[in-house]
Structure formats: C-alpha cells, structure tokens
C-alpha cells in the first residue's frame, strides 16, 4: 500500500516558502487567473481549506522557475514581517485574498496601438457631415439629433439654427437652442409620419435645409385572425376566417390594464442607494 | 381539466463584462454573484422538482451576453477564485462569530452555500451551467430563449441590417450551443416596433413577449387583452405581461420581495464590518462593496435592522407562494368565465430578482410550481410555444411601439443622460455596412479586424450602458466601456480604410474583447 503523503496547509506551505499566508495566496490566484496548473486543492477533512503536497509544490516551483527553499543553489527569500499580534485585525491573519502591490496597479485601460489610427477615447463631436436623425422616444416625443460639417458650420456662422416639421396637418418651425446637439420635440401625440428639416434660418426666417430625414410611424396592414405556419426554417401568417366571438371582450381588455413598464427599471430604482444596483 | 395557464418567464441577462487585462475586476463580481445567488440555486430547484416527479414548465432566457461568459474559461477560474474567496470569509465569519446563538448559524449557512456552490459549479457541471440549463430543455421541462447579441435596443437602432446583425448572430450562438434553432426570443427591454417581428419570423422565431400596453393598443385592439397572444402580420405571436402577476412580485410597495421577514439585501459585511477586516476581500481594500454576507432582515421601514432568520422566512416564501396560487387561480377562474377559450398569463420577470435581490425568490419558485402540482386543478404551467401547439388560431394585430422600461417607452434608454451615444452607434453601424461592402471576401488579418470590428460594434450596442447611466449607479463604467467599444472600432474602421491593420493591437483587443468567436462580419452586407 503506498505511503499517503502529508499534506501541507497553505499556512505551513506559506512558512515553507518564507513568505506570508496571504502573499501565497495571491500568488495562487494569479497563477490560475493566468490559467496556470495550481496543485493546490481543497481538502474535504479540513473544512476546505487549500493543501498541497511537499512534492507538488517543490514540482509546481520548478515549473515556475522559482527557487525551492533548502535545495542547493536556490537563493535566501527573506521572511516579511509577521502580523501575529493578538491586536492585529483578525482578517489580515486570516484573509488569504488581499490583493498584492501588483494586483492594486491598475494598468492602462486601453492597449497602446502600434501602428495606424490612435485610439481616442474621447468621442468626437462632429463625424464631418450634414445629417439630422429622428428616434422615437415614447408616444408624446421624438428625439431628434444632427451633425453638421465644419465647413458648413463655418459658412452659416453666427445663424440661429431650426428644425422645420412637416405633418399631413401641416407645418411647425422649431428655434433650436444655440449649441443644442439634439431636440426632444414633444407633442400630446405624435402624428404619423414627419418629415423634418434641419438647418440655419435665412435672412426671411426661412430654414435653409442642410438634411432632412422623414420618421414615420410604420404602417402594416393583416388580416383579422391567422395561423402561423412554418416553412423552410422560417415563419409566415397564414389567414383564417374569423371565428365567432363569444367572449367579454371589454371586461378582458379592462383587467388587462396595469401599471406600465413596472418592469425592470422600477424594482432596480427602488431601495438604498448602492453600486449593487447597476445590475440587473 | 386546468381552465387556464400560467407561462412563468425569466429573463437571465447580464452585460459581457470581461477583463483579462487585470488580475481581477470588480464588474465581474456581477456574473460570480449571479451564478451564485440565482443561476445555482434555479439549477437546483429544477433538479429537486425533476427528483420529487413534479413536472413543470419554465420558460427562461439565456442571453447570448451571459452565454458567452458562462462557457468563459477565464471567467470559469475566476469564479472559482471568487468563490474560494468567499469561502475564506465565512470561514473568518465562523471564527468571528463563534459562540453567537444568533448569527453564528448564518455565517455556517453562508460558508454552506459557497462550498456547495464551488463543488456543484467544478464536480457537478464541469463548470458549465448552460449546458446544465440545456439538459432540462432537452427533457421538455425548459424553453430557453435566446436574445438580441448584446441585448441591443432594436427599434433604436432603426436600420434593418444592423437589427438583423442582432438577431443573427444571437440565433447563430444559440444553435452552437443547443443543437437546435431557437423557438422563442426575448425582445431586449421587451422593445417593439412592428416590422422587427418580420425579421424574427426569417429566423423560424415562433414568440416574443410585450409589454401590457404594446397588446393592449394594438391595431386592431385584442378581443382578449393579454390573456392571449396577438400573431403579428408576419405571424410570429406576441405574448403580453400580465399586469396583475407582476406587480404582485414587482412592486417595490406591495410586491412579496418587501416582506419583513425576508433578508434585507442592502445590509451586507462589506459595509457592516470594519475596512481592516473586509478589506483584503474588496477589490480596492479602501473602497467598500457588497460581499454577499447578509445578517439581517427587512425588518420593516427602520435603519434598525432585525437578524435574519431562514426559517421564517422559508414560511414566508411558501406562504406567498401559496398567495399567488391562489390569485392566479382566482384570476384564471374569473378570465375563464369571460372568454372563450382557456387564458393564459404570462408572468416575466428578471431571473436575477429570484435569489440575487430577492433572497428566497427561488424558494418561491419551488414553492409556487409544487403546489401548481399538487393543491389544484384550475391552473396549468406552460410554455408559449405549448400554447401555440393547443391553440395556433390566433387574432392578427399590429402590436404598438413599446419596452418593458418606465412608462412603457424608449425614455430609460434615450434620455439626458444618455442620448449622446447614439450618433456614434448610428455611424458605427453605417461604417460597419460600409466596410462589409467594400471587402466583401476578406481573409486573413483584414478578415480578423473586420469579425472585431462587427464585435466593437455589437458591444457598443449593449442597452445597458445607456441603462446604467440612467441609473446613476456605476455610470463611469457603462460610458468607460461605451466609448471603449466605439474607439475601437473606429480605430479599426480607419486601419482598416487605410490598409494598415495594426496587428498587435488587433491581437489584444480579440483576446479582450472575445464575444462569439465565430462571427462573420459579411452578416452586414445583406438588405432585404
């Protein structure tokens, strides 16, 4: 039968190193972070608690091309002062997970290209065209937003710049503020399509237009009641004829009204003020 | 014979956050926490319920996002680093706290769930919980949902390729995954603008969820509410939140999660004890957070906070199990009595909610489902697509634009705060369909900087960068990582234009940035 070899705790492993419980802890972490074989393991009869072989870990030294204490040739490591005051706060002598010097350095965010385009984090204002772009908010506001070139900002220089809003019920001329970047136009309802023009107002007050886009409320016409069928991997409506409605059709649509949007964003928002929250 | 249904729905979804450029990065904590808190523990309710031979019908999303860091190798070694933390911390707690009657038993139940979670996430799953998810929906028990790619706002996106990207290269990841297309998808933030159903209904995407009002002002208006699926004109079927369900979980007033009884989840170690102590567990030893050791109960509305007792609130758990049983079998009753077919209702909520804010959420859960089995015969568990196979005649309607956010709108992801990003996510995307087109058969590196650019893109695209800032809460990491994504890609966009890949910097951001591996940027070349 072979002989079970000791197993050292990470305490004894620590000493056997010359070296603190928690520097070898990190140490550990950074190996496997790093996808490294750690020969380190829980041990089931120890509460959990990290063990290794004297073996493994004089194996797991070499790997790593470190010096295996007592062997010939290895260097001196020299033993940092020990926190074993019984006034010392109990997690610095029990806390194995205390990030090193290395691990607190935060390096640079973003790797440093070598070639090519620099990498500029601080986005651009303009991306050098005329353009303007509608998106629907909610049922009351569009958001509209622009980008206008520098030349033609120059050429226009010192104008009062509008949008200018084209409905089938007719037209509507918004001022915008000087330097705004975007407009929340707000309305009891929106209309269903509208085609807007952005631009610096001449001389008369008319807009000059330098882009245009149209927003429009799309429109799809279906017939009344249907079955989906699928085909060659896709899903297509099939009409059927309507059937005979017997139901409550005003009590269902009363009971389905509720809060809206008490989704997400609601339970999220409650409570304290904490980081924890950005989750969801 | 049930008169009615009940579709629960749980939407799991986390933002692909990911740092192998540190040694460890406190974001990440958000995924350790949840496998922890919520993805163990709904494993091990399945697994009990599949024990007990009580059948059940969970639908579930698993967004490409999460996906993709759950089968993460680095973040595979690092939750196991996190949880061997953790098990460290209680052990101290235990120390601590020996000889207190009253919370020594907690910090033993919470060195208890992180043993249990490090021996079921390594021995149990090899530490692949989708897998572990998937096996359930290979028994009939499960629908897994998939989701846009990075959980980008659809409608406003606006362009139909870059909104296709989403869905493809979500559908794609799923089929790698689960050896089978998906049948469902959850909309992200539930956002609807008709014609965005025609694209699911390419992909053979049988369903997807709305929020109560996209149903409820749908054109024409539904005969049934929300108790029934509308199809859209491209037939796809859209299914609406029920109002009632939800509030009773939602509800920061009156929902169940409020109870006094149940743990309080702001009251955590991290805060509680003294810097010196928690401090080597921090990722900054000087900067507080939560390290998911909670000793108290809601008490009530008071700072005095009361210990925590399991026990009680276990009762409370099946107590309010027991009450949403019981208002779902009435509402099902009375729904029953008004239509003329059997009601579903569809009940979606956060997947997170259940044991990461709400603590006991998933005993609730096994709660709710076993007696849904054995205390009535009113209400039956089901699926959505089930429901499509009992019923597939349905009304036809254009369901209005609509997301699951505050007020049913877009205003949580176009606001103040955050509507700047979205001139560079437009020109992003026009710069992405700029250079499919004009590389149409790349290979090699300047193949490799297009894959990275559409994943730029793509991570750019995350609604919850625009969510978190609306929040308040951590915004200097949602816009850090926001103009990150952009820089990147515009960086790329330009090497590219210009033939000069810088190819060592390429190399880092793919091993940073390494969301699906398999992507094939010429997903930007197709229009209708």
């Known amino acids: 039968m072979a002989k079970k070899e000791r197993l050292l705790t990470l305490e004894e492993a620590a000493e056997f190193l010359g070296i603190t419980r928690t520097a070898l802890y990190s140490r550990i972490r950074r190996a496997r972070a790093r996808g490294e074989n750690v020969p380190f393991r829980r041990d089931s009869g120890r509460s959990g608690k990290l063990v290794v072989t004297l073996q493994a870990l004089r194996r797991w030294l070499e790997r790593r091309g470190e010096p295996i204490p007592g062997e010939k040739g290895s260097s001196p490591v020299p033993t940092p002062e020990r926190v074993d005051s019984q006034y010392a706060p109990p997690a610095e002598r029990l806390a194995p997970t205390a990030p090193s010097v290395e691990e607190a350095a935060q390096p640079a965010a973003e790797p440093k290209p070598t070639r090519g385009a620099p990498i500029i984090e601080q986005l651009p204002e303009s991306y050098m065209e005329n353009q303007v772009t509608a998106l629907f908010q909610a049922p009351d506001t569009l958001v509209v937003y622009w980008d206008v070139h520098p030349e033609t900002a120059k050429r226009f220089e010192g104008r009062r710049w509008g949008l200018l809003l084209k409905t089938e019920d007719g037209e509507e001329v918004i001022e915008i503020a000087n330097g705004a970047k975007n407009w929340y136009v707000r309305k009891p309802n929106l209309a269903k399509e509208y085609e807007i023009t952005f631009g610096p107002f001449d001389e008369t007050g008319q807009i000059v237009p330098i882009a245009k886009t149209i927003w429009r409320r799309p429109k799809l016409e279906a017939p009344q009641w249907g079955r989906a069928v699928q085909e060659a991997g896709r899903v297509r409506l099939e009409p059927v004829p309507e059937p005979e409605i017997t139901a409550d059709v005003g009590a269902l649509q009363e009971a389905s009204r509720g809060p809206l949007g008490a989704g997400s964003a609601e339970w999220v928002s409650s409570g304290v003020t904490s980081g924890e929250q950005a989750k969801k | ?528």
């Open chain 2, 1 to 528: 014979m049930a008169q009615g249904y009940v579709a629960l729905v749980l939407h799991a979804h986390l933002p692909f956050v990911r740092h192998p450029e540190f040694p460890r990065f406190m974001e990440e904590d958000w995924l350790f926490e949840a496998i922890t808190e919520t993805y163990l523990p709904l494993l091990e309710v399945m697994e009990g319920l599949e024990r007990d031979g009580v059948p059940f019908r969970l639908t579930m999303s698993l967004t490409p996002p999460l996906i993709a860091m759950l089968t993460d190798e680095l973040l595979q070694k690092r939750y196991e680093a996190y949880l061997d933390a953790r098990i460290e911390l209680a052990t101290n707690e235990m120390r601590r706290l020996r000889g207190s009657k009253e919370f020594y038993p907690l910090a033993e139940m919470y060195y208890g769930i992180f043993v249990r979670s490090r021996h079921r996430f390594t021995e149990q799953y090899g530490r692949n919980l989708v897998q572990a998810f998937r096996r359930f929906q290979d028994s009939g028990q499960l629908q897994i949902l998939t989701c846009g790619a990075t959980h980008g706002l659809l409608p406003l996106l606006q362009d139909r390729t870059i909104q296709r990207a989403q869905i493809h290269v979500a559908v794609e990841q799923y089929r790698r995954h689960f050896d089978r297309d998906p049948v469902g998808i959850w909309l992200p933030e539930c956002a609807y603008v008709p014609g965005l159903d025609e694209l699911l209904a390419e992909y053979g995407i049988r369903f997807f969820f709305l929020e109560t009002i996209g149903i409820l002002r749908a054109d024409p208006p539904p005969v049934y509410g929300v108790y029934a699926p509308l199809y859209t004109p491209s037939g796809v079927a859209a299914f609406g939140r029920d109002p009632e369900s939800s509030a009773q979980v939602w509800s920061k007033d009156s929902g169940y999660p409020g109870d006094y009884d149940y743990r309080e989840f702001y009251r955590d170690i991290g805060f509680d004890l003294p810097l010196e102590y928690v401090g080597p567990y921090l990722h900054d030893r000087n900067v507080r957070h939560m390290l998911g050791i909670k000793y108290y109960r809601i008490t009530g509305k008071t700072d005095e906070k009361a210990t925590y007792h399991p026990g009680w609130a276990r009762q409370k758990a099946e107590l309010h199990a027991g009450n949403f049983l019981f208002n779902r079998t009435k509402q099902i009753e009375w729904l029953a009595q008004h239509m003329d077919r059997p009601p579903i209702v569809v009940a979606p909520y956060d997947a997170e909610l259940f044991g990461h804010w709400w603590f006991e959420g998933p005993q609730f859960l096994d709660f709710f489902i076993r007696k849904v089995h054995r205390e009535q015969d009113v209400v039956e568990l089901i699926t959505p697509a089930e429901y499509l196979d009992r019923h597939p005649v349905n009304q036809v309607a254009v369901p209005e634009i609509s997301s699951w956010g505050a007020n049913g709108t877009f205003e949580v992801w176009c606001n103040g705060t955050n509507d700047w990003i979205w001139p560079h996510l437009h020109q992003a995307g026009r710069r992405m369909k700029e250079l499919a087109h004009r590389y149409p058969q790349a290979e090699g590196l300047l193949r490799r900087a297009l894959n990275q650019a559409a994943r730029e893109l793509l991570l750019a695209q995350s609604s919850d960068w625009p969510f978190i800032m609306t929040m308040g809460t951590t915004v200097e990491y949602a816009v850090r990582r926001f103009r990150s994504h952009i820089a990147r890609f515009t960086k790329l966009y330009e090497d590219i234009r210009n033939g000069e890949i810088d190819e060592p910097w390429l190399q880092e951001i793919e091993r940073r940035d390494n969301i699906f591996p398999e992507i094939d940027y010429s997903i930007y070349r197709w229009t209708d």
